[in-house]
């Protein structure tokens, strides 16, 4: 309590150098136990205090700087003075003084020769006589070059000015000021204030060590009530610097400025924009480095999950996620400059790469000045290219494809009538060709799309042909030219056994005839 009382003797110093310099008298509230019952004079470097009435004894207690003390008894009929010295005859320290003169009570004797007429107006008990006799009044003054100077400030204090609490050994006593107070210089609290402070600008200075400034709410029933303070640095030798703000219920530091921290470390600016390292945020948050601003998201354990950290940073070179715990691995990289809409993820569901309106699960758009692959799937090493997507939208594979023709994947299965297919064949016509985007000598054959759907109506359209559907079409094709060729070997071997009984009845006959003329000869 000692130090608090210092902090407060020297609050009311400001407080008294206002009311000095504004020339003005602060009154004290008028009650019971502080009404006024003697006026002040200060003359010759000393102060007298003058009963308005006839009084009994008189104590006076004055506190001062550096906890100066001083305390005398008066008999009745002696005024009351001060002239700056302490019990032990040493000269007050310049500043303000508080001071409290009470009206001792009246012996217990005199209380009982007074008795009679108490009873007389009103039966009044010898209790109430001692609290009208037992009168305090209370103020200030000011010691200036070791004199007494101002005239008496009666500034109310509710004070106990006991030797016990307010010896010099003990620290100054506690100052209730119970009315408003208006500083209109600066004030300086703390055991390292000093005579003649030079404020600068400050309007308050807080000059002492282990600085804190405390907030205890004393709200009752559901009203909130946590108490908060500010602490400036660490009380433990060899601690941080630092301004923080503690949740003193919950014993935690939330809010932290270590010295030396860089300007603008924080910076919020009118329209709400917060800058890190910047006081020109230009969008809401807004950070500015000279090397590789980062983000760093840190599951530290603490829950029971795993730990991992990754970064969000960006230079000269890139954007980039960075896996921290991983070997810092760069898994996700955007190089500057790089085209809109390079990767776009819509609420479809759908991907776009160069085109913000896919319109596929993935939705490849280049541009016509890139002549390089639209797509293309190698080995690291670059050594093999498995798939190739070209700028003409030819498409290259190193092995085979695959196409789905699982029976399981497959409904409204129906033979088909390939006679009416190798027909669609037959009358079909096929023709060499180029695309248009080809030159002249890369020639293709094959059907147009129009000419085949029509045959056989196969595809989603009548502007593709898709392999597996070619495919069937020859089979059905091969099947019916199979028929064709069993049919035609039947009858050939029918033929061909008819055929050979003639030969050998021709062959017979022959014989016979060669045999007759053989006879006759």
Known sequence: MHRYHRQLWLFLTGVLLVVLMCGRTLASEENSVSKA???????????????????????????????????????????????GLDNKGERFPDGACAYELHLMPLSEKKQQDNLPAGRAEGDTPVAKIAEKQAQKQSGAFL???????????????????????????????????????????????????????????????????????CFVDTSIGTFA????????????????????????????????????????????????RI?????????????????????????????????????????????????????????????????????????????????????????????????????????????????????????????????????????????VDTSAVLAGVVSMPVSTWNYKVDADDVVHMGPMAQDFYAAFGLGNDDKHIASLDASGVCFAAIQELNKHMEQQDKMIRKQTEVIQRLQEQLTQLINNIETSKSARD
């Open 143 to 213: 010691v200036q070059n070791g004199l007494i100077v101002s005239e008496e400030a009666t500034i109310k204090m509710e004070m106990p000015l006991d030797k016990e609490t307010t010896s010099h050994s003990f620290g100054n006593p506690d100052h209730v000021i119970n009315d408003d107070v208006i500083i209109t210089g600066s004030e300086c609290v703390g055991f390292d204030c000093a005579e003649g402070e030079d404020f600068d600008y400050c309007t308050q200075m807080y000059k002492e060590n282990n600085l804190e400034v």
């Open 275 to 415: 800058g890190l390292g910047t006081s020109t945020p230009y969008v809401d948050l807004h950070m500015k480095d000279g090397d590789s601003p980062t983000i760093r998201l840190n599951q530290d354990g603490s829950s029971g999950w795993a730990e991992q950290s990754w970064d969000l940073a960006g230079n000269e070179t890139n954007f980039f996620i960075r896996d921290v715990t991983n070997g810092s691995k760069l898994c996700f990289r955007i190089q500057p400059d790089t085209p809109s809409n390079t990767l776009c993820l819509r609420s479809t569901g759908y991907v776009g790469i160069g085109t913000w309106t896919p319109q596929a699960n993935l939705h490849v758009l280049a541009p016509d000045s890139d002549s390089g692959p639209l797509f293309l799937v190698e080995r690291t090493g670059g050594a093999q290219t498995y798939f190739s997507v070209k700028d003409g939208g030819d498409v290259e594979l190193f092995k085979t494809i695959g196409e789905g023709s699982d029976r399981n994947l497959k409904k409204n299965i129906h033979p």
């Open 225 to 272: 009530t946590n108490d908060w303070k500010i602490q400036i640095n660490d009380r433990a030798s060899g601690g941080p610097s630092y301004f923080g703000i503690w949740d003193v219920d919950g014993n935690r530091r939330p809010f932290t400025i270590e010295a030396g921290a860089p300007a603008h470390s924080l910076y919020v600016e009118d329209f709400g």
């Open 37 to 83: 019952f003697a006026s002040v004079a200060v003359e010759g470097g000393r102060i007298e205090w003058h009963p308005q009435t006839e009084v009994g004894k008189l104590k006076l207690i004055v506190v001062g700087p550096q906890g100066t003390y001083y305390e005398r008894e008066f008999p009745s009929g002696r005024l009351p003075f001060f002239e």
